[in-house]
């Protein structure tokens, strides 16, 4: 049972613009919320991440928002460059545990 | 070492044999989490240890899975009596204590094929 979806698999942007990736839960239990970036042959290193109290964390060309009650999160990346062109992968953790649930991540591509 | 380390690798196994997977956590983390991802999917949970207590194998997907961590550090996955749906990439995280907002890093993976 996926608890964190990613619903789309890839995404193209110009470099430059905003890219948005976006992540949907569904326990209201999860207390702390993260992205992965991963390039190929690569394991997945930690971007930002947001706990639930919060409905906003920024660090430096990275945002993310948290929608509580849509249970949805997301990614903003401003501008794009084309080293941002990698997996991306949501993760959340609830109190209870300790173990991260992933999405299946999104592919983002920025063209110059 | 500076990060965490994985081998072998890659790994390409025929069907029936056992396989090792270790890792090697970044030193003085006491957390350390096994995960894997199959192909197009997300990573999914297989254990995790926290200093001397008793580990979380709650992800393990059946009893051919089984790991192990020595002395606190090192690490062993072993799949016995691999199967086609145990290829995966197998990777080990680890963090500075439990989680609490620290951030858990990830090593490249093992790459595991069965044949």
């Known amino acids: 049972d996926q608890q964190v979806k990613q619903n789309s698999p890839s995404l193209s942007v110009q470099e430059g613009r905003i890219s948005i990736l976006n992540c949907d839960y569904t326990n209201s239990m999860f207390d702390y919320f993260l992205w992965y970036k991963k390039y190929p042959a690569e394991g997945p290193t930690f971007l930002i991440s947001i706990s639930s109290i919060k409905d906003k964390n920024e660090d430096g060309r990275f945002t993310v928002f948290l929608n509580k009650s849509a249970k949805h999160l997301s990614l903003h990346i401003v501008p794009s460059q084309p080293g941002d062109s990698a997996v991306y992968f949501c993760a959340a953790k609830s109190p209870s545990g300790y173990a991260l649930n992933f999405g299946k991540g999104t592919s983002l591509l920025v063209t110059p | 070492g500076a990060g965490v380390s994985q081998s072998p690798s890659n790994k390409v196994t025929e069907k029936g044999k056992d396989v090792e997977l270790r890792c090697d956590p970044i030193s003085g983390h006491t957390a350390l989490y096994w995960y894997r991802q199959s192909l197009g999917q997300g990573l999914e949970f297989l254990i995790y240890?926290?200093?001397?207590?008793?580990?979380?194998k709650s992800g393990l997907p059946s009893d051919r899975f089984s790991a192990e961590r020595t002395g606190g550090s090192v690490s062993t996955l072993t799949i016995q009596r691999t199967q086609q749906e145990d290829s995966a990439v197998y990777l080990c995280?680890?963090?500075?204590?439990?989680?609490?907002?620290?951030?858990?890093?990830f090593g490249e993976g093992s790459w595991l094929t069965v044949v």
């Open positions: 240890f926290q200093g001397n207590s008793a580990p979380d």
């Open positions: 995280a680890s963090s500075a204590g439990g989680f609490s907002g620290n951030t858990i890093y």
